[in-house]
T-cell receptor, first 115, second 112 residues
């Protein structure tokens, strides 16, 4: 069963902390994405990556950075956590060739609370 | 600027009846449209997609209709089942980028 695995289901961090959210996929997908989900706003794209060491800003990159050192792993970094970054974070991956047709495979999400 | 809009936050239907979820978009460069289903505490799961060159795609109880002139798509679920109760997201693929733009989601409740 193919998977996207996010390292933590729930996290509570303090304001100002540096936070790492990890995501690993086992499907040899080229593309990986980080979204956040907030009520009434749907899923908003933070960053994405088409290949190792490549990254592109999404719609709301401010306050975030990413790292993709290996094809299977895509990390989201909150440089200095703030309360407005409290959200559900979703990682996804897709094939470069069939992503539009079959969509993304999502992880189960990380519920981050910043206090 | 919301390029993909789901204007109904929620929908309630009776088991066995039809559920119709709607989605509007503004960008003519979208080449595929997709629907995802999300249960609480789980990631979204892919349901069905449609190419922009088609107007209908069917998979079992799920049918997606695309009206390009109106920039509108809809998901029909027939017959609706209690297990269909979830949040449904409409998404559009940006041509040649691999990116998906999502709507706000519609919460469907199917009552037994």
């Amino acid at each position: 069963d193919v998977k996207v695995t996010q390292s933590s289901r729930y996290l509570v961090k303090r304001t100002g902390e540096k936070v790492f959210l990890e995501c690993v996929q086992d499907m040899d997908h080229e593309n990986m994405f980080w979204y956040r989900q907030d009520p009434g706003l749907g899923l908003r794209l933070i960053y994405f990556s088409y290949d190792v060491k490549m990254k592109e800003k999404g719609d709301i990159p401010e306050g975030y950075s990413v790292s993709r050192e290996k094809k299977e792993r895509f990390s989201l970094i909150l440089e200095s956590a703030s309360t407005n970054q409290t959200s559900m974070y979703l990682c996804a991956s897709s094939s470069a060739w069939t992503g539009e047709l079959y969509g993304y495979t999502f992880g189960s999400g990380t519920r981050l609370t910043v206090v | 600027d919301q390029q993909v809009k789901q204007n109904s936050p929620s929908l309630s239907v009776q088991e066995g009846r039809i559920s119709i979820l709607n989605c509007d978009y503004t960008n003519s460069m979208f080449d595929y449209f997709l629907w995802y289903k999300k249960y609480p505490a789980e990631g979204p799961t892919f349901l069905i997609s449609i190419s922009s060159i088609k107007d209908k795609n069917e998979d079992g109880r799920f049918t997606v209709f695309l009206n390009k002139s109106a920039k509108h798509l809809s998901l029909h679920i027939v017959p609706s089942q209690p297990g269909d109760s979830a949040v449904y997201f409409c998404a559009a693929s940006v041509r040649n980028t691999g990116k998906l733009i999502f709507g706000q989601g519609t919460t469907l409740q199917v009552k037994p």
